[in-house]
């Protein structure tokens, strides 16, 4: 994915910010330890003063034996706080620097290559912004609350609602477990307010907690985002990192205005998907024969014999949450 100039500059803010905790944290240690023991900032300012001394040294009539004697002292000097950190117990690189990436000691590039800190939060900071305007609230499988689904048995299921959603949890909670080496992909059918958004969005927060790179929007939103990018007027690279990412969740199929355009969207992501062994989590409140109704054979068939179906059941949770019963 290539970025914009927005996210390297939100990307760098991060690293810096992260530096700058750092330089406070080790400012704060040498402060201390010279609290108590005043040698150590002594040494500290010792040590500094010989480091500017040593170009006035070779300049100097002595020449080398003047830059000889600076290094000696600077050396005598490393070996007396040497000690003194020995005997007080703590560790030689005590005083050092402390960098928030030890790889590239937050310089972000080693021998002209990007470091991975850099990589990782490019990554981060271009699916926030993919992510912005869906106003992503993560949730968590924790907070899934089974009590909302009745323990009566339903006849047609031959269970209860919620001995079902025990295992639909269960099996969704398996695979965000996995999903750093899941390829397949799941459909999430059933109507409004059964709990699809909510896995969805665990699922979500389990891959980015991972690190992957996340896309989550509604189908009809991520139509018009489409629409626009073909038009010239959204941002480039929209379609690529949808075909990309590492998980993509789509909410509400179904509801999106019917077009050629959207289908061949929708074929065009769905297929290169699944050429590309990238899981992708479809929820839709229609049925299996509404989607055979509504989209084309090679959608459907992409749907139907690719995709893994989870049916959600029971009564709307939402509802029920609004009027506070269970
Ligand atoms: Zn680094």
Do not use: Q
């Not at 949890?169 to 109507?191: C, H, M, P």
């Not at 907690?209 to 038009?231: C, H, Q, T, W």
């Not at 379609?239 to 289908?263: K, M, P, Q, Y």
Request: hydrophobic share 35%; aromatic share 8%.
């Amino acid at each position: 994915m290539s970025y914009g100039r927005d996210v390297y500059d939100k990307a760098l803010a991060r690293l810096k910010e992260r530096h700058d905790v750092c330089t406070m944290k080790a400012n704060e240690r040498r402060r201390a330890l010279s609290e108590v023991n005043p040698r150590f900032g002594e040494i500290e300012a010792e040590l500094r003063a010989t480091s500017s001394g040593l170009f006035a040294a070779l300049l100097s009539d002595k020449g080398m034996d003047a830059f000889n004697s600076v290094m000696e002292k600077n050396k005598a000097l490393r070996a007396e706080r040497e000690k003194l950190l020995a005997d007080a117990g703590l560790d030689a690189h005590f005083l050092d620097d402390v960098y928030a990436c030890s790889e590239c000691r937050d310089e972000y590039y080693i021998d002209g290559k990007m470091c991975s800190c850099l990589k990782k939060e490019l990554r981060a900071a271009a699916y926030e912004k993919l992510n912005a305007s869906t106003r992503l609230k993560l949730t968590s499988f924790d907070d899934f609350d089974l009590g909302y689904y009745s323990d009566e048995i339903d006849e047609t299921l031959g269970e209860s609602p919620r001995s079902r959603m025990t295992d639909v949890l269960a099996f969704v909670k398996r695979y965000a477990d996995e999903i750093k080496t899941r390829r397949d992909s799941l459909l999430f059918t059933g109507g409004t307010g059964l709990g699809k958004t909510h896995l969805s969005l665990a699922v979500a927060k389990e891959a980015t907690d991972a690190g992957l790179g996340v896309i989550y929007d509604s189908v009809p939103s991520l139509m018009m985002k489409l629409e626009n990018e073909r038009f010239g007027r959204g941002d480039d690279g929209f379609c690529e990192a949808v075909c990309s990412c590492d998980l993509l969740i789509l909410d509400d199929l179904g509801a999106e205005h019917s077009t050629a355009a959207t289908r061949t969207f929708l074929y065009t992501i769905v297929n290169s998907r699944i050429m590309s062994e990238l899981p992708t989590i479809i929820s839709t409140n229609l049925s299996v024969s509404e989607l055979s109704e509504r989209y084309s054979d090679a959608v459907y068939s992409r749907l139907s014999g690719d995709y893994t179906p989870i049916w959600f059941c029971g009564s709307d949770i939402r509802l029920k949450k609004k009027l506070g019963i269970k």
